[in-house]
């Protein structure tokens, strides 16, 4: 029987009073050019590997042309907020960001979206009832850049034609009956969050199954099946990154129809540990100051009509390997990519099978082992038929 998904969104207790006009802040959900169903297709069309979502969503340009892409210092520190970190049109991971200091989590690969106030958007959905869609890991976002046609988000989009923006709903977003609960966080020995989930479960199908799960970054998922018999469920999910923003879900499974409920929540972000931070090897400073970018120095064609590169990598002064790791990173589309540990001496390496119609991007890593940093050495690309 052909699977069917219906998509339940619900706002966290708090915001239940409060008057969301301002939520949509410029994202949509997708219901233009075709709504989810033409996103899906233009993604495969492009080569792209996910294109299943509980739901799709589109901001206007302005929100990738204003989204500031380049660290900096400045003299007084700056309001955080949440920032979607876009890897080919799907949400990897959700910072808490100042829109403006140095973040690990942003590069050249990525591009950076801030997200509206509460977290989703508002809508009406089939019964007129003012709901949230949350923005979260693993949705599926499109840049309108006219009233019928959207794109994958990428850095320098323009506007083809005026948008016809919908005027959000206003009034108190009502939630799901069966929306899951934090009730609880603790820090566990080892620093990681135990997090304490009820899940109401009354007037439930008896033919349903039930599960509550919990997604980090990187959209790592993690699931615990319930008695969908019982009024209400409490589970623990353990192992949760400190001080990160993860999404919690009910998904509900009638097993009749193969139906799909899925009822999630705007991002909870996890309770920080008292983790003491080790003495740093590097300087990330020191490191992108002094270390030469990756060069390609030559381009050919093997017989199976792939590309075969060789690309010079920069010497790494005072590098010391019981303290810090090295690698070569060649991506390509998809998020496809090549790995190759490095020395720090500086060498030339040779990659190849790489495709002769895409672009490849060329970087050194280098990661601090006692901090965990990573300092990102960008070189030049590698494009489409073209030779250094």
């Given at each position: 029987?052909?699977?069917?998904?219906?998509?339940?969104?619900?706002?966290?207790?708090?915001?239940?009073?409060?008057?969301?006009?301002?939520?949509?802040?410029?994202?949509?959900?997708?219901?233009?050019?075709?709504?989810?169903?033409?996103?899906?297709?233009?993604?495969?069309?492009?080569?792209?590997?996910?294109?299943?979502?509980?739901?799709?969503?589109?901001?206007?340009?302005?929100?990738?042309?204003?989204?500031?892409?380049?660290?900096?210092?400045?003299?007084?520190?700056?309001?955080?907020?949440?920032?979607?970190?876009?890897?080919?049109?799907?949400?990897?991971?959700?910072?808490?960001?100042?829109?403006?200091?140095?973040?690990?989590?942003?590069?050249?690969?990525?591009?950076?979206?801030?997200?509206?106030?509460?977290?989703?958007?508002?809508?009406?959905?089939?019964?007129?009832?003012?709901?949230?869609?949350?923005?979260?890991?693993?949705?599926?976002?499109?840049?309108?850049?006219?009233?019928?046609?959207?794109?994958?988000p990428e850095v320098g989009l323009v506007q083809k034609a005026p948008l016809n923006e919908p005027t959000p709903p206003t009034g108190p977003v009502v939630p799901k009956e069966h929306a899951p609960v934090v009730k609880e966080q603790v820090v566990a020995a080892d620093?990681?969050?135990?997090?304490?989930?009820?899940?109401?479960?009354?007037?439930?199908?008896?033919?349903?199954?039930?599960?509550?799960?919990?997604?980090?970054?990187?959209?790592?998922?993690?699931?615990?099946?319930?008695?969908?018999?019982?009024?209400?469920?409490?589970?623990?999910?353990?192992?949760?990154?400190?001080?990160?923003?993860?999404?919690?879900?009910?998904?509900?499974?009638?097993?009749?129809?193969?139906?799909?409920?899925?009822?999630?929540?705007?991002?909870?972000?996890?309770?920080?540990?008292?983790?003491?931070?080790?003495?740093?090897?590097?300087?990330?400073?020191?490191?992108?100051?002094?270390?030469?970018?990756?060069?390609?120095?030559?381009?050919?064609?093997?017989?199976?009509?792939?590309?075969?590169?060789?690309?010079?990598?920069?010497?790494?002064?005072?590098?010391?390997?019981?303290?810090?790791?090295?690698?070569?990173?060649?991506?390509?589309?998809?998020?496809?990519?090549?790995?190759?540990?490095?020395?720090?001496?500086?060498?030339?390496?040779?990659?190849?099978?790489?495709?002769?119609?895409?672009?490849?991007?060329?970087?050194?890593?280098?990661?601090?082992?006692?901090?965990?940093?990573?300092?990102?050495?960008?070189?030049?690309?590698?494009?489409?038929?073209?030779?250094?």
């Open positions: 029987m052909k699977r069917q998904l219906t998509r339940v969104f619900v706002l966290v207790l708090i915001a239940l009073f409060t008057n969301l006009e301002s939520a949509q802040a410029n994202w949509y959900l997708d219901r233009t050019d075709g709504g989810p169903r033409g996103t899906v297709e233009r993604m495969l069309g492009e080569d792209l590997l996910q294109t299943r979502s509980d739901d799709y969503h589109t901001v206007d340009v302005a929100q990738v042309e204003t989204t500031p892409q380049a660290a900096g210092t400045i003299a007084e520190p700056l309001a955080i907020a949440k920032y979607a970190v876009v890897i080919d049109g799907v949400i990897d991971k959700i910072i808490n960001w100042d829109g403006y200091s140095e973040n690990e989590d942003i590069d050249e690969n990525v591009v950076i979206i801030k997200l509206p106030e509460g977290n989703g958007v508002v809508y009406l959905d089939e019964q007129g009832i003012v709901r949230l869609s949350p923005i979260y890991q693993g949705s599926i976002v499109s840049v309108q850049v006219s009233p019928t046609e959207k794109v994958t620093n990681s969050i135990s997090m304490k989930i009820e899940i109401p479960t009354a007037n439930l199908p008896a033919n349903s199954t039930v599960s509550v799960q919990v997604v980090t970054d990187g959209r790592s998922t993690t699931a615990i099946g319930i008695d969908p018999t019982q009024p209400s469920t409490t589970v623990t999910v353990n192992n949760l990154p400190q001080n990160e923003n993860v999404t919690v879900k009910t998904v509900i499974t009638d097993t009749t129809t193969n139906k799909e409920t899925v009822i999630v929540n705007p991002v909870v972000t996890t309770i920080p540990a008292p983790i003491v931070t080790p003495e740093p090897a590097r300087s990330p400073a020191v490191d992108k100051a002094t270390v030469a970018v990756p060069a390609v120095t030559s381009s050919t064609t093997d017989a199976s009509g792939h590309r075969v590169v060789e690309i010079k990598t920069p010497v790494i002064p005072d590098y010391d390997p019981t303290k810090s790791i090295a690698m070569l990173l060649v991506v390509g589309p998809g998020g496809s990519t090549t790995a190759i540990g490095l020395f720090g001496a500086g060498e030339t390496l040779t990659v190849g099978s790489l495709g002769p119609d895409s672009t490849y991007t060329v970087k050194v890593v280098i990661r601090d082992l006692g901090t965990g940093q990573e300092t990102v050495i960008a070189g030049q690309s590698i494009s489409k038929g073209v030779s250094p």
